[in-house]
């Protein structure tokens, strides 16, 4: 019984990652983007508004799924079974997200949900230039978020596979 919660919680635990991965290469190379070609600030502000309010609620849920169910069968596994890469791509999963969001905002010294709260506030007077510098924050934040949730993703494959091949569940 508690191999199959074992594999069970593998197996929520990477389609997860997977989809956590897919969201955000999406929002950073399809979504974005698309939002500096829209034909006005107000609607490009809006857009990212409602983008960044949806994805980060999304990838949210994911990323808390992926870690409580990798870190569940880590220590759920037989300690002579337990595999460090379950543990590591919770944490890889856990951390791509507020950690990722905390580098960018320091290294650009602002904070995203501040300045779509400042958008939000400049009613229909926005700037244009303000909304493309809060779209590529954003578009920064996504594609770090897409490298380590992907990097966390190719781990948890292989580490299946492993397990796959050893025999163990």
């Given amino acids: 019984m508690a191999a199959q919660t074992i594999s069970v919680c593998k197996f929520v635990g990477t389609i997860s990652l997977g989809l956590l991965t897919g969201v955000s290469a999406t ?11 829209l034909p006005t600030a107000v609607n490009a502000r809006t857009s990212l508004t409602y983008l960044s309010y949806k994805s980060t609620t999304l990838t949210s849920y994911l990323r808390h799924i992926t870690t409580f169910t990798l870190f569940s069968a880590y220590l759920l596994s037989p300690k002579r079974l337990r595999h460090p890469y379950l543990l590591y791509t ?6 791509s997200g507020p950690a990722v969001d905390y580098a960018v905002s320091w290294r650009k010294g602002t904070d995203e949900k501040r300045d779509v709260l400042d958008l939000e506030a400049q009613g229909d007077q ?14 920064l934040a996504e594609k770090a978020k897409t490298g380590l949730a992907g990097l966390a993703f190719a781990m948890q494959v292989v580490g299946i596979w492993g397990d796959g091949a050893q025999g163990i569940h």
């Avoid at 303000?130 to 954003?138: D, F, I």
């Fill in 27 to 37: 929002v950073s190379t399809i979504a974005l983007p698309a939002l500096l070609a």
């Fill in 90 to 95: 919770s944490i890889f999963a856990f951390v």
């Fill in 126 to 139: 926005v700037n244009g230039e303000q909304v493309r510098q809060a779209v590529e924050r954003k578009q």
